[in-house]
């Protein structure tokens, strides 16, 4: 049982994150996940201080907050101070990041809190932590958590699939239209920071940043549609999950490792596979 | 009536006027040419026509009602290399796109939609391309793609940023047919243009732009030597020729009086 939970969670963390992740590779933001992931260790190390608990609820809001409040950064170095967005990522996060670890030295000494429990959940522990009603055993906390937000995350696609379309491809003809393309961007971030903060807590930081990119990187390969792109992200995404966790059991090595890595391995077969169609499709029109 | 005014128009970028002190109008049914250097500000008097650019000071009106008030009959054609053209999507999503409205977003889109969608893009000649992803397009397909979702806007006034850059002879024309139609039923286009030459022929109006307003009004008003030489700084041959042909005006018109 536990096994089949653990795989479920990095499904459903490959899914969420996948289907986001999609948005920000077509807005050529691909590395806001990672700027998140490091931007919300001051938001966690502050709510830890303000409310001296370690309830998970407060830290996550805290950190989504700081996810968020990155991505307003990010959009306000690129547009006003005019840099390139990916420096405008690398500053804000870098800062943002520094910040946190400095509130880490300075108050760990009189607090259980460090970087350890904070930066890195592990998928291992996903069983571990069990939801109960009453007596009753429903399964583990991450997988509702998870699977609530997934939920979340599908329908906010489902309804606003022509706003992101339309702001990702062509925000100046969106603008002509009068539909509001910061707004858009907005929603999306706040979804990608929750997600982020979300996920990163049950299964670690290098698994959610290798989620949020490869996947849909995969998927672009092959889709000349954005629906198509979300379908193969889905596909992807399990199938990372699925080959990463037996991968694991068979090094016995980090499962989150483990995953990310089948991801990479299942995009440079898409890789390999494209190159080599292509080769025999020259080589037939030449021979015809 | 009138179809666009500006009025005192400014609008810059970092503090620094790309367009100063605009003040022009058109009226309603012709076909209008924004023309003037690189960098003289056409793309900006398009974007802040459309309400895309804020002015500093100043304002458009469109039909006399601000942008804002009246985007729904107000179609665009952005500079095809504004957009990412490796994007995920078909010729048909992105006409499909002309139909899409600000408070209708969330709604399906109707079978009529579709039906006007694919209508553009038999206008245009793009019909039997509307499955292809659009990174499988040559740059004028693009930009066919680009003007047939501005037709799938069914517009009152149109806005379009070089339509006609890399596009060949015959559908230039046949792109021109299209637009002159709309003309006649009395809607207005206005369009940057590049060639000098085609100009002449194209348009009923010009706009002749150099960061601040050279000239606006009926070509034979504005394609003058001096006007042209104070838009292009008058140092090249080509003016000349230009304006000669301006001023010899009477044989363009005639061939065009023979062919029809
Ligand atoms: N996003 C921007 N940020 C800063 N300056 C800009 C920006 N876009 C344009 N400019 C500047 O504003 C001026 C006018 O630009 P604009 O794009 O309106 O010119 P244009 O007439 O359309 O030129 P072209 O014929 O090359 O398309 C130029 O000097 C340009 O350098
Ligand atoms: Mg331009």
């Not at chain 1, 303000?50 to 307003?72: K, M, Y």
């Not at chain 2, 209008?32 to 650019?53: D, E, F, Q, R, Y």
């Not at chain 2, 039906?115 to 004028?140: C, H, N, P, T, W």
């Amino acid at each position: 049982m536990n096994d089949f939970w653990i795989i479920l969670e990095g499904s459903l963390v490959a899914v969420s994150c996948g289907l986001l992740g999609a948005y920000l590779i077509l807005r050529k933001m691909a590395m806001v996940g990672d700027a998140i992931s490091h931007a919300v260790l001051p938001g966690i190390v502050i709510a830890y201080l303000v409310a001296q608990s370690r309830s998970s609820i407060l830290l996550l809001l805290g950190a989504a907050l700081f996810g968020l409040l990155s991505t307003f950064l990010i959009e306000i170095l690129a547009k006003k101070a005019r840099i390139q967005s990916d420096a405008s990522i690398g500053i804000t996060f870098t800062w943002l990041f520094a910040i946190g670890v400095i509130l880490v030295s300075l108050y760990s000494g009189n607090a259980d809190i460090d970087q350890d429990c904070v930066l890195y959940g592990d998928i291992a522990f996903v069983p571990l932590d069990t939801l109960f009603l009453g007596e009753r055993d429903l399964g583990p906390t991450p997988i509702w958590l998870q699977g609530f937000n997934l939920f979340l995350v599908i329908a906010m696609i489902r309804i606003g699939y022509r706003g992101f379309l339309i702001t990702s491809f062509d925000p100046s003809f969106s603008s002509g239209l009068g539909i509001k393309t910061d707004t858009w961007h907005y929603v999306l971030m706040g979804a990608v920071s929750f997600t982020v903060v979300l996920s990163f807590n049950a299964v670690g930081a290098i698994l959610v940043v290798a989620f949020l990119v490869v996947p849909p990187a995969t998927a672009y390969l092959l889709s000349n549609q954005l629906q198509t792109m979300m379908i193969y992200t889905v596909i992807f995404g399990v199938l990372s999950a699925l080959i990463g966790f037996y991968l694991a059991t068979w090094w016995s090595a980090s499962i989150s490792g483990a995953m990310a890595v089948a991801s990479g391995i299942l995009f440079l077969g898409v890789l390999v596979y494209q190159k080599l169609l292509r080769k025999r499709k020259k080589f037939l029109a030449i021979t015809n | 009536m009138i179809a666009f005014e500006a009025h005192n128009l400014t609008v810059s970028y970092d503090k620094q006027p790309v367009l100063w002190d605009i003040d022009f109008e058109i009226p309603e049914g012709k076909l209008v040419g924004i023309i003037g250097p690189n960098g003289s500000g056409k793309t900006t008097l398009i974007k802040a026509a459309m309400g895309i650019l804020e002015a500093d000071s100043g304002f458009v009106k469109i039909f006399e009602k601000s942008p804002d008030e009246i985007r729904e009959r107000m179609g665009y054609v952005p500079q095809r290399q504004s957009v990412d053209w490796d994007f995920p999507a078909t010729v048909m999503d992105i006409t499909m796109m002309g139909r899409y409205r600000k408070g209708k977003l969330f709604g399906r889109l109707s079978k009529a939609d579709r039906e006007i969608a694919v209508d553009s893009l038999k206008r245009v000649g793009m019909y039997d391309f509307r499955d292809r992803q659009i990174s499988e397009l040559s740059g004028g397909q693009q930009q066919r793609v680009f003007i047939a979702r501005s037709l799938a806007q069914q517009a009152d006034i149109y806005l379009m940023d070089e339509p006609f850059v890399g596009i060949d002879a015959a559908s230039e024309e046949s792109i021109l047919n299209i637009l002159r139609e709309m003309r006649s039923a009395g809607k207005t286009v206005i369009m940057v243009h590049h060639d000098l030459h085609t100009a002449l022929e194209f348009f009923d109006w010009v706009v002749l732009l150099n960061t601040r307003l050279v000239a606006a009004g009926s070509k034979d008003e504005v394609l003058t030597e001096e006007n042209l030489r104070t838009a292009y700084g008058g140092k090249l041959n080509v003016l000349s020729r230009i304006a000669d042909l301006v001023k010899r005006q009477e044989y363009p018109l005639r061939e065009e009086d023979s062919k029809e």
